[in-house]
């Protein structure tokens, strides 16, 4: 079974940058999909963005296009989401998941970290 470890959260400034590391634990990633996605308090978890591990295109929300950045090391099993020029709006608790396909949906996602808290500050 893959278990998945979120890093990196924590408070940061509006305008400011956080890097999120998500490492993949058990059988390997390959070729499935690596996605992020997150839950703001009181509203529904939300796709941020997807890569897959075999390699090929990127996916992001419109809402973080051109501030996000997904990737991956394949050597440390590892996905990682740069998040710069963070906004309030992206305050909310990032969590880090398996799928079999590249999808915005969450529940074609099995297998789902404990989620890294954000909170971005005025």
């Known amino acids: 079974q893959v278990q998945l470890v979120e890093s990196g959260g924590g408070l940061v400034q509006a305008g400011g940058s956080l890097r999120l590391s998500c490492a993949a634990f058990?059988?390997?990633?390959?070729?499935?999909?690596m996605g992020w996605f997150r839950q703001a308090s009181g509203k529904e978890r939300e796709f941020v963005a997807a890569?897959?591990?075999?390699?090929?295109?990127?996916y992001y929300a419109d809402s973080v296009k051109g501030r996000f950045t997904i990737s991956k090391d394949n050597a440390k099993n590892t996905v990682y989401l740069q998040m710069n020029s963070l906004k309030l709006e992206d305050t909310a608790v990032y969590y880090c998941?398996?799928?079999?396909?590249?999808?915005?949906?969450?529940?074609?996602?099995?297998?789902w970290g404990q989620g890294t808290q954000v909170t971005v500050s005025s």
């Open positions: 890569i897959s591990w075999s390699g090929g295109p990127t």
């Open positions: 998941a398996v799928g079999a396909v590249p999808t915005t949906r969450a529940a074609q996602y099995g297998y």
């Open positions: 058990g059988p390997p990633i390959n070729p499935y999909t």
